[in-house]
């Protein structure tokens, strides 16, 4: 149990180290371990440069402070504050030592330099180096040239203090950091995680649950936002191919089932109907059965976005076209006075289906007349289609462009059809780059208005 647990332990640490938020936290990490690294070696390198060049300078203004006593003839003060720290030496044009302090009496000189010069040296006093420097004196015996040199100790004490501190410090303020930037990154992050969980749990049957929504307004309450919207474009996908299945299995059951009746009584009662009566029902039942299989696999195609072919259509012969068949089997009158001339680009089989759903829509509501009117409007063509019937009520006109939609007062099948009719309309027309509204005719039924984008082929 033990190792198990150990395990399962390090497969925490691992899969920690791949997220997001240990990522960026080694990131921020080494980035800021560089910047303190290479800022801390800058630190130092100028501090103890500005220590050195304090002593050379001390060591200059003593030696020109020697330098002047020496040419007013006047004694010079050989005098030291620290015995092992620094020294004065007065020598000859030949390097001979003419005066000293008293820590370096009968010592030879500890360099030779001009003056105006200086050098790092070491001296009898100690083996830590000392920095020398040189100044020129004449006096009445002769140029002298007067050395002083201190010695660098306080400066690598200092700088050794520093660096030890900022070595004991910067892993101190890297581990803030790395914490900081942990706890950071990871509040940041937790909303993302609790969507990723929520979107985790959601199936096919919980479409309706929604990610948890962040008050700020930022890129992750936008994320989720997004996700939302999302979610609930699946969910009415989904109610909406659920409805769909089911319409059309119910709309397939009802000539199948009157298939079936129908021969099941021929099988049980022959005497009572006749080969030709079962097949009139059996032929009628299959062409209903076609045209809804045929409906049903162009909306399947219409919902795989496939681009129609574009090709000139005269878009008046298509009317033209459907308003003879109507004459031919309907009793209401067809009006075409106001159909003119249009062109657009697109499928001529497609668009002359929207005439023919169209029509069939006008005949089966109106009562005595069918208008058809179109016109170029120079960047489209509208085309309208009224009829005399009883009309759709407004808060409905919306609904009958979807599938399987059929109002109350159309509910039969032998008069309402399969409600596919306009919804194929709308989907072909959009398909094109139009649009199809729905609103009352001023012959008091309804008006179908279909906009396209003109094309001059």
Same mark, same amino acid.
């Given at each position: ?47 103890? %440069? ?24 006047? @004694? ?25 302090? =008293? #820590?370096?009496? %009968? ?8 003056? %105006? ?12 180096? /000392? ?24 400066? /690598?004490?200092?700088? !050794? ?66 996700? #939302? $919207? ?9 109610? !909406?191919?659920?409805? /769909?299945? !089911? ?24 005497? $009572? ?58 009793? @209401? $009158? ?11 680009? &697109? ?8 005439? =023919? #759903?169209? &029509?069939? #829509? ?26 005399? &019937?009883?009309?759709? @009520?407004?808060?409905? $006109? ?5 599938? /399987? ?15 596919? &009719? ?30 396209? @984008?003109?094309?001059?082929?």
């Amino acid at each position: 149990m033990a190792v198990d647990r150990v395990v399962a332990r390090i497969r925490r640490v691992r899969a920690r180290v791949g997220t997001v938020r240990a990522g960026t936290t080694a990131v921020a990490t080494v980035i800021v371990a560089v910047a303190l690294v290479v800022g801390a070696a800058a630190l130092i390198a100028a501090l103890r %440069g500005t220590l050195i060049d304090e002593v050379e300078e001390s060591a200059w203004a003593q030696a020109h402070e020697v330098a002047r006593q020496l040419e007013s003839g006047r @004694p010079p003060t050989l005098e030291v504050a620290g015995s092992d720290e620094q020294l004065i030496q007065v020598l000859d044009p030949d390097g001979e030592v003419l005066a000293a302090s =008293r #820590n370096v009496t %009968g010592e030879a000189a500890v360099a030779r330099l001009e003056p %105006g010069e200086s050098a790092r040296v070491v001296t009898p006093l100690d083996d830590d180096p /000392f920095v020398a420097v040189a100044a020129g004196a004449q006096t009445p015996a002769g140029p002298r040239t007067v050395v002083v040199a201190r010695a660098l100790i306080g400066v /690598f004490e200092t700088t !050794s203090l520093i660096t030890r501190l900022l070595i004991v410090g910067l892993p101190i303020v890297l581990f803030v950091v790395a914490g900081t930037t942990w706890l950071t990154v990871g509040r940041a992050l937790a909303p993302v995680e609790a969507i990723r969980r929520e979107v985790d749990e959601v199936s096919a049957a919980q479409l309706h649950h929604r990610v948890p929504q962040p008050r700020t307004d930022d890129e992750i309450g936008r994320l989720a936002s997004t996700m #939302n $919207r999302m979610l609930a474009r699946l969910e009415r996908a989904r109610n !909406s191919q659920r409805r /769909f299945v !089911s319409d059309a299995a119910h709309e397939l059951r009802s000539p199948i089932t009157t298939i079936r009746q129908h021969a099941e009584v021929a099988l049980a009662y022959p005497d $009572r109907t006749t080969t030709e009566e079962l097949a009139e029902v059996v032929l009628a039942e299959d062409l209903r059965m076609q045209h809804l299989v045929e409906d049903l696999l162009l909306l399947a195609r219409a919902d795989e976005h496939v681009r129609p072919p574009s090709a000139p259509v005269d878009v008046d012969d298509l009317v033209f076209d459907e308003a003879h068949r109507l004459r031919s089997i309907t009793s @209401p $009158r067809v009006d075409t006075a106001a159909v003119t001339a249009a062109r657009v680009r &697109g499928d001529a089989d497609a668009l002359g289906r929207v005439l =023919r #759903n169209l &029509g069939d #829509n006008a005949a089966r509501h109106a009562q005595s007349r069918i208008d058809f009117a179109l016109t170029d409007r120079g960047g489209d063509v509208l085309l309208t289609v009224d009829d005399d &019937g009883p009309g759709i @009520p407004e808060p409905e $006109r919306g609904r009958v462009l979807e599938r /399987f939609v059929r109002l109350d007062t159309a509910r039969s099948r032998d008069v309402g059809g399969s409600g596919l &009719g306009l919804a194929i309309v709308d989907e072909i027309v959009r398909a094109h780059g139009g649009s199809v509204s729905i609103s009352e005719s001023p012959l008091g039924g309804v008006r179908v208005a279909v906009i396209l @984008p003109a094309g001059d082929g």
